[in-house]
């Protein structure tokens, strides 16, 4: 029998395992050399990471960061893992302080971050637009039962749990000395049915929305097509466990948002990404921006933006295009990560945007997006081309500004121009998106043997396709500014399948497969590489973006850590992308 002295036990119990993340209890002491935390995020297992040098808290630049150096991060805060580096995210106001690391290069086994490599204490060529960012793993357990389809049968048991969750879940189901009901209304059916469920107020009363500890009964108004999955939602407060599915997964995340369950609707709202290469349409992928948007669930809405930003120029083909949202529209301009044959093309993509819209888009409006169009990144042999638009008469004064800036970064050295205020490095103007078009891409697909730069293809008779471990080259100018047009540096482009491969180039491989861009012959001390490595899915949608970190990326796909977006197999493309700025 179920006593109020084991109630009261069960509750003090219940408040240790609370919200999913343990309770962490820890003496205060003095802050220690090499101390790291995160900030600027609502959850203790998410922001900008910080270290403590000679006193003071600083940053540390993205620089050579990838999974082992998370785990190395949130292994010294004490959690179990590490999810994710996050990159370009503004965690809270901007950092003022030190950016004490650069080039941080671990092995992923150390305890402290302070026993990796790195340049030296304070030593960077970093702004603070580039202080990393990482998830941590708080202990929750995805098991993934996902089919390559999506039927209702296809989804995720996510698993939050800890030792008492079992025997909570047998309290919620026998019901004995339940003292607290809900009943279940969907206030917008006249004649819906009334279900009432018997709870416990020592339970519910972490969930201050229920109100429990004040009232003994409640009533919610659940929509009909989300009621039947209300118990369980209901049961998962008590057990931390749940099977969401594609057809609950909405209704999963609008009572997790509602009721202020931050981790379940992250969780759920994973099994939308999972949706987002499935529309070829972009339908979906707007339809689910939106719901993001409206629910207020930033890592979801940062997912889909990010999905589109990666394959952009395939949503502009779309009967999506037309009817995108402004606002998204401005997200996706905003971002370094955008995937474009090269600014002109975004330019005219805007302009065309415009241009369906019609009056419906305002002079304001134009001119807002025009702003985030990078003038300086436009191909010089294209500026001129930019009077002839058919936004230049009514935005002439905007188009003469950016087009004087951009002339003025192709003919100058960027250290001449440091004294205008209008030229910062910080400047997003002056930063390169992820450019695909010639010559600053290459790209193989082994799946159907055909090696690619630009329009031009390459085939391996030898050896009935694309060689692995055999390098490619390619050749680029120095930067893109016009200064650098005849100044040219010669890549290397290798992907390694086997350690077989890796040892004959005298590389060593963590992880396999492993893609390798390096070059011998930059002269030029004042330009610094920040290169990408894209997998396309089925030479259709990009998947994952990867950087290089001592010229190498080892691959994340199914079989090891997780990509962004679900791939069904192995057949991808590589597109190397070679990204040049000033240092």
Same mark, same amino acid.
């Given at each position: 029998m179920l006593t109020h002295q084991n109630l009261q036990t069960l509750w003090l119990l219940l408040l240790l395992h609370a919200n999913g993340e343990a309770t962490k209890f820890q003496l205060f002491r003095r802050l220690q050399e090499g101390d790291v935390r995160l900030v600027g995020s609502s959850r203790a297992s998410e922001g900008r990471v910080e270290i403590y040098h000679n006193g003071r808290w600083g940053t540390v630049c993205d620089d050579g960061w990838d999974i082992a150096e998370a785990r190395v991060l949130c292994r010294q805060l004490k959690f179990p893992g590490a999810k994710e580096v996050v990159f370009g995210q503004n965690y809270g106001p901007a950092a003022t302080g030190p950016i004490?690391?650069?080039?941080?290069?671990?092995?992923?086994?150390?305890?402290?971050?302070?026993?990796?490599?790195?340049?030296?204490?304070?030593?960077s060529d970093c702004?603070?637009?580039?202080?990393?960012?990482?998830?941590?793993?708080?202990?929750?357990?995805? /098991?993934?039962?996902?089919?390559?389809?999506?039927?209702?049968?296809?989804?995720?048991?996510?698993?939050?749990?800890?030792?008492?969750?079992?025997?909570?879940?047998?309290?919620?189901?026998?019901?004995?000395?339940?003292?607290?009901?809900?009943?279940?209304?969907?206030?917008?059916?006249?004649?819906?049915?009334?279900?009432?469920?018997?709870?416990?107020?020592?339970?519910?009363?972490?969930?201050?929305?229920?109100?429990?500890?004040?009232?003994?009964?409640?009533?919610?108004?659940?929509?009909?097509s989300c009621q039947p999955y209300f118990t369980s939602f209901l049961r998962y407060?008590?057990?931390?466990?749940?099977?969401?599915?594609f057809s609950s997964a909405e209704c999963i995340h609008s009572m997790a948002s509602e009721f202020g369950m931050r981790q379940l609707m992250e969780d759920a709202g994973r099994l939308f990404v999972k949706m987002l290469p499935e529309d070829s349409s972009f339908q979906t992928q707007v339809s689910i921006y939106k719901y993001a948007s409206d629910s207020e669930d930033l890592?979801?809405?940062?997912?889909?933006?990010?999905?589109?930003?990666?394959?952009?120029?395939?949503?502009?083909?779309?009967?999506a295009w037309s009817?995108?949202?402004?606002? /998204? /529209?401005?997200?996706?301009l905003a971002r370094s990560d955008l995937v474009v044959p090269d600014e002109y093309f975004l330019f005219q993509t805007v302009e065309s945007w415009i241009g369906q819209r019609g009056d419906a888009v305002g002079t304001g409006i134009q001119a807002e997006l025009l702003n985030l169009i990078r003038f300086p990144m436009v191909p010089a042999e294209r500026l001129y081309q930019l009077e002839s638009s058919s936004l230049f008469g009514a935005h002439k004064d905007l188009f003469y500004e950016n087009m004087l800036k951009a002339f003025q970064f192709n003919v100058l050295l960027f250290t001449n121009l440091s004294s205008n205020p209008k030229f910062t490095r910080e400047d997003d103007d002056f930063q390169p998106r992820i450019y695909t078009a010639a010559p600053w891409s290459i790209a193989f697909s082994p799946s159907t043997s055909q090696y690619n730069r630009g329009y031009n293809q390459y085939y391996d008779s030898r050896r009935g396709g694309v060689s692995y471990g055999s390098p490619r080259s390619l050749n680029t100018p120095a930067h893109n500014s016009l200064l650098f047009k005849d100044n040219r540096v010669q890549w290397e482009v290798t992907v390694f399948s086997n350690q077989y491969e890796?040892?004959?180039?005298?590389?060593?491989?963590?992880?396999?497969?492993?893609?390798?861009?390096?070059t011998y012959n930059n002269p030029q001390n004042s330009v610094l590489y920040r290169n990408?490595?894209? /997998?396309?899915?089925?030479?259709?949608?990009?998947?994952?973006?990867?950087?290089?970190?001592?010229?190498?990326?080892?691959?994340?796909?199914?079989?090891?850590?997780?990509?962004?977006?679900?791939?069904?197999?192995?057949?991808?493309?590589?597109v190397f992308v070679v990204r040049p700025e000033y240092v």
């Amino acid at each position: 029998m179920l006593t109020h002295q084991n109630l009261q036990t069960l509750w003090l119990l219940l408040l240790l395992h609370a919200n999913g993340e343990a309770t962490k209890f820890q003496l205060f002491r003095r802050l220690q050399e090499g101390d790291v935390r995160l900030v600027g995020s609502s959850r203790a297992s998410e922001g900008r990471v910080e270290i403590y040098h000679n006193g003071r808290w600083g940053t540390v630049c993205d620089d050579g960061w990838d999974i082992a150096e998370a785990r190395v991060l949130c292994r010294q805060l004490k959690f179990p893992g590490a999810k994710e580096v996050v990159f370009g995210q503004n965690y809270g106001p901007a950092a003022t302080g030190p950016i004490w690391m650069d080039d941080t290069n671990c092995k992923g086994t150390e305890t402290r971050l302070i026993s990796c490599a790195f340049k030296g204490w304070g030593s960077s060529d970093c702004t603070h637009k580039e202080d990393v960012g990482v998830v941590c793993d708080t202990g929750s357990r995805l /098991l993934q039962g996902l089919t390559n389809s999506t039927s209702d049968a296809s989804g995720y048991s996510l698993d939050h749990s800890y030792t008492l969750s079992d025997d909570l879940g047998r309290i919620f189901d026998s019901g004995v000395g339940c003292d607290f009901t809900i009943s279940v209304n969907d206030d917008k059916q006249e004649n819906g049915t009334e279900e009432v469920i018997c709870a416990h107020k020592m339970i519910l009363s972490q969930v201050p929305l229920f109100n429990a500890s004040a009232k003994s009964s409640i009533t919610v108004n659940i929509s009909q097509s989300c009621q039947p999955y209300f118990t369980s939602f209901l049961r998962y407060i008590y057990t931390r466990k749940i099977e969401v599915t594609f057809s609950s997964a909405e209704c999963i995340h609008s009572m997790a948002s509602e009721f202020g369950m931050r981790q379940l609707m992250e969780d759920a709202g994973r099994l939308f990404v999972k949706m987002l290469p499935e529309d070829s349409s972009f339908q979906t992928q707007v339809s689910i921006y939106k719901y993001a948007s409206d629910s207020e669930d930033l890592v979801l809405q940062e997912n889909c933006v990010q999905y589109l930003a990666w394959n952009f120029q395939n949503m502009t083909l779309s009967p999506a295009w037309s009817r995108l949202p402004v606002e /998204l /529209l401005k997200a996706l301009l905003a971002r370094s990560d955008l995937v474009v044959p090269d600014e002109y093309f975004l330019f005219q993509t805007v302009e065309s945007w415009i241009g369906q819209r019609g009056d419906a888009v305002g002079t304001g409006i134009q001119a807002e997006l025009l702003n985030l169009i990078r003038f300086p990144m436009v191909p010089a042999e294209r500026l001129y081309q930019l009077e002839s638009s058919s936004l230049f008469g009514a935005h002439k004064d905007l188009f003469y500004e950016n087009m004087l800036k951009a002339f003025q970064f192709n003919v100058l050295l960027f250290t001449n121009l440091s004294s205008n205020p209008k030229f910062t490095r910080e400047d997003d103007d002056f930063q390169p998106r992820i450019y695909t078009a010639a010559p600053w891409s290459i790209a193989f697909s082994p799946s159907t043997s055909q090696y690619n730069r630009g329009y031009n293809q390459y085939y391996d008779s030898r050896r009935g396709g694309v060689s692995y471990g055999s390098p490619r080259s390619l050749n680029t100018p120095a930067h893109n500014s016009l200064l650098f047009k005849d100044n040219r540096v010669q890549w290397e482009v290798t992907v390694f399948s086997n350690q077989y491969e890796c040892s004959n180039r005298g590389i060593r491989c963590d992880s396999l497969p492993m893609a390798r861009l390096s070059t011998y012959n930059n002269p030029q001390n004042s330009v610094l590489y920040r290169n990408r490595l894209l /997998l396309k899915c089925r030479d259709s949608y990009v998947f994952q973006v990867q950087d290089f970190k001592n010229n190498q990326a080892h691959v994340r796909v199914n079989g090891t850590e997780a990509a962004s977006y679900p791939c069904p197999d192995d057949k991808y493309t590589y597109v190397f992308v070679v990204r040049p700025e000033y240092v």
